[in-house]
């Protein structure tokens, strides 16, 4: 048997080093992950009882992901279902998440690029079959190339159907708005890169295609920045300012909507109301994202560059729905199988990923992504928008998309003279 002196001394010791441990613990800062999984404010505008259910699910959905901030907009029948602000604004000031706040929209910019590019062929100044570089003849190419005569084949409709004859979405291609560059790329750029649509423009106009212009789908930046530089010369403007005075004038001050704006990332350039971004570990960095110096949203105005609160998103879903933008001719087209593929659903669309059909339901859908953000918006055919935002962008992008689906679907939609009913978005 051991003395009893021994067993107290080492007894005493062990209560010693856990609270030598203890005093360490508490002086680390905590972690991004830890000060997420506090308690995490919830700020709504409008909610029904039917829905405080699922605020406590999407919280647990948020601690899972390590989210700091999320903003929810749903909308029916011009009223807003549900606005609520998630989590934090900004995570070093305590700053709660309010509905009203402000995010980057990645690619969802594209769709607030093709309604525009639509709206101008519903009012005959452009039709789908314009070929692009007709209509862009003022440029050309970077450093005295000659320009490859198959670009002169490719229409407004194979930019808004993302089936130019470029791959710039396999592992070994290029990106000319993103990166990464070709060491040629990076030559004729004279190593200023990121490139402005422009100069991204008229680097492009020497590079071979890989197909045939309309036969094939390919995701690209690259397509919705042409759209821009098109929508700037019909309505007579130059670069990022003139798209986004049009657009604010003609699609959203109609609307109500006043505080979406081309955002940037120049962090003195910060909107009023707009979130602090948080960038994981594993996110690919370019110039010191999700804040930089190279301003690389405004010189992508077009392809990825808005800011939005979800409310406002949702405002335009419903817009869309409601014949307010667009009219359903028009429509009809925007959302109309592309001709190079033979998918009966979970095709894409123009400004959509995808356009489905579940249980004799129509779904669009589209999602959005940057450095710091990720955002998706998905519009039923009864009319129901949802639009979603978070400052963070988190890793395995496919299951997170997944598992955010099936959260919005434990929404309880009110159909009227009927009880609340929920949606579902599974496969």
Not at 54 to 76: C, D, H, Y
Not at 111 to 124: R, S
Not at 197 to 219: D, I, N, V, W
Not at 360 to 365: D, Q
Request: charged letters at 20%; one cysteine or more.
């Amino acid at each position: 048997m051991f003395p009893i002196n021994f067993i107290l001394n080492f007894f005493y010791s062990l209560i010693f080093l856990f609270l030598i441990i203890l005093i360490i613990y508490t002086e680390i800062p905590q972690t991004k992950a830890a000060t997420i999984a506090n308690s995490i404010p919830v700020n709504c505008k409008e909610i029904s009882k039917a829905n405080t259910k699922f605020n406590q699910r999407f919280l647990e959905f948020m601690k899972t992901w390590q989210i700091p901030g999320a903003s929810i907009a749903v909308m029916q029948d011009n009223k807003m279902l549900l606005s609520c602000g998630y989590g934090w604004a900004n995570l070093e000031k305590r700053q709660p998440m309010q509905a009203d706040f402000l995010f980057r929209l990645g690619s969802i910019s594209k769709t607030i690029t093709a309604i525009t590019i639509l709206t101008l062929i519903e009012q005959n100044k452009l039709t789908l079959d314009d070929k692009v570089f007709i209509i862009l003849s003022d440029l050309n190419p970077l450093n005295k190339s000659k320009p490859n005569p198959d670009i002169y084949k490719i229409t407004i409709r194979n930019l808004l159907q993302m089936s130019s004859g470029w791959y710039t979405d396999r592992p070994q291609d290029y990106d000319p708005m993103f990166g990464p560059w070709s060491k040629e790329m990076l030559k004729q750029l004279n190593y200023q890169a990121p490139p402005d649509c422009e100069t991204a423009a008229r680097l492009m106009m020497s590079m071979p295609l890989q197909f045939s212009p309309g036969t094939k789908f390919s995701y690209s930046n690259f397509n919705y920045c042409l759209l821009g530089l098109i929508i700037n010369k019909i309505i007579k403007q130059n670069g990022a300012a003139g798209y986004e005075i049009f657009i604010k004038q003609n699609l959203l001050s109609p609307l109500g909507i006043n505080d979406m704006q081309l955002g940037s990332t120049r962090i003195e350039d910060k909107a009023a109301k707009e979130v602090t971004y948080y960038a994981e570990d594993k996110d690919g960095k370019l110039d010191g994202l999700p804040y930089g110096t190279t301003d690389i949203l405004r010189k992508n105005y077009s392809d990825g560059g808005w800011i939005s609160s979800s409310r406002d998103l949702a405002k335009i879903l419903q817009a869309l729905y409601n014949d307010q933008i667009l009219n359903p001719t028009i429509k009809k087209i925007m959302l109309e199988k592309p001709r190079y593929t033979n998918k009966k659903s979970g095709y894409p669309a123009m400004g959509w990923d995808e356009v489905n059909f579940i249980n004799g339901k129509r779904y669009i859908s589209k999602i959005g992504s940057f450095t710091g953000t990720k955002t998706f918006i998905l519009q039923s055919n009864n009319g129901i928008s949802y639009a979603v935002l978070f400052n963070i962008k988190p890793p395995h992008g496919d299951q997170f998309i997944k598992q955010l689906r099936e959260m919005l679907g434990l929404i309880k939609i009110r159909i009227p003279n009927q009880k609340p009913t929920l949606q579902s978005f599974s496969n």
